[in-house]
């Protein structure tokens, strides 16, 4: 590998690391529009919904679903559970709901309009 390659292949991987701190709010917001879910199995299902590119430990997830919660974004509830002591759930409230479709609306969807899909192709296509 060259000395061009091993920059680029670094700065990718900053800016990847980067960009992928702020997806993981994005990913647990949309995992937890799906159903109610307990922290610790959110880090498989997140890594699963997102292919594996988003990667969250589980310091992550809890000190965002406690920011969440805070801001009225989600709410908790424990509930007993067959193995082991009882689980916090979590759930979007209306105003988490309503966040997830503001923000996809102006973040993601955009990605589909036809001048940045062209865009896009023309990048992937070598253009």
Do not use: C
């Not at 960009?19 to 922290?39: D, E, N, P, V």
């Amino acid at each position: 590998m060259n000395v061009k390659s091993d920059q680029s292949d670094q700065l990718l991987q900053q800016w990847e690391d980067s960009y992928k701190k702020g997806l993981l709010s994005f990913w647990m917001l949309l995992l937890l529009h799906g159903r109610s879910t307990y922290a610790y199995e959110m880090t498989a299902m997140i890594a699963e919904m997102s292919q594996g590119t988003v990667v969250a430990d589980e310091k992550s997830i809890y000190r965002a679903l406690k920011r969440f919660e805070e801001n009225g974004i989600i709410q908790s509830r424990t509930q007993a559970s067959d193995m082991g002591p009882p689980r916090r759930y979590y759930s979007l409230t209306p105003l988490g709901q309503q966040l997830l479709a503001r923000f996809i609306e102006r973040n993601i969807r955009i990605f589909a309009l036809p001048d940045v899909a062209a865009a896009i192709d023309s990048v992937k296509n070598g253009g």
